[in-house]
């Protein structure tokens, strides 16, 4: 079967692993390599911007760190970056 004539839903069913998605982007062209380079980074950065939101949310993993800042900041124990 000629994974270009399979609609697109059914494409995802064909992925099984991380070795068939490396297998079909060896086929690619240099120009699509670039443009799933691309998407794939820009993936990556929304997934890592969820990821700090969700720390800073009270009972997350930065919110102890946001927390004291502001409190040293409120007592004067901060100084001006250079």
Do not use: N
Not at 10 to 29: C, N, W
Not at 34 to 54: F, N, P, S, V
């Amino acid at each position: 079967m000629d994974l270009v004539t399979v609609p697109c839903s059914a494409y995802v069913f064909l992925m099984r692993s991380v070795e068939d998605i490396e297998a079909e982007i060896e086929k690619l062209s240099p120009s699509e390599v670039k443009r799933l380079a691309e998407w794939l980074a820009e993936y990556q950065a929304g997934l890592w911007d969820e990821q700090i939101a969700e720390d800073a949310q009270p009972g997350g993993r930065l919110r102890q760190v946001i927390d004291e800042a502001k409190s040293d900041f409120k007592a004067g124990k901060t100084r001006p970056l250079p």
